[in-house]
Nanobody
Framework: QVPLVESGGGSVQSGGSHRLTCTAS????????MGWFRQVRPGGEREVVA?????????RYGDFVKGRFIISRDSAKNTIYLQMNDLKPEDTATYYC???????????????WGRGTQVTVAS
């Protein structure tokens, strides 16, 4: 399987903004559900941040997002983005891009994962 390539991790101050990028193969991207997930600590639960359907653009967000993040896609580039605004220290985590599954707020069916990118929010 062709991997998902994530970029954009780094450190940011509390209240700041950051954008993550995930590029997939055309076969993975086409008519699929993709999303961003995060894991606060190694071996911990991987929670859904946001999901998107690459064809029609439907989205769904984890409850903790509360309007701060926006997931979007660029079909010409087989890429999804996560624009994160008003970041808080509790948003510090490893963020993973995933493909597969549904719009449900779980990881069931996600069968392709990126390697993850660390986002650290300093207070």
């Amino acid at each position: 399987q062709v991997p998902l390539v994530e970029s954009g991790g780094g450190s940011v101050q509390s209240g700041g903004s950051h954008r993550l990028t995930c590029t997939a193969s055309i076969y993975t991207f086409r008519d699929n559900f993709m999303g961003w997930f995060r894991q606060v600590r190694p071996g911990g639960e991987r929670e859904v941040v946001a999901r998107i359907h690459t064809e029609d653009g439907r989205t769904r967000y984890g409850d903790f997002v509360k309007g701060r993040f926006i997931i979007s896609r660029d079909s010409a580039k087989n890429t999804i983005y996560l624009q994160m605004n008003d970041l808080k220290p509790e948003d510090t985590a490893t963020y993973y891009c995933g493909a597969g599954g549904t719009l449900h707020l779980d990881t069931v069916g996600v069968n392709i994962w990126g390697r993850g990118t660390q986002v650290t929010v300093a207070s």
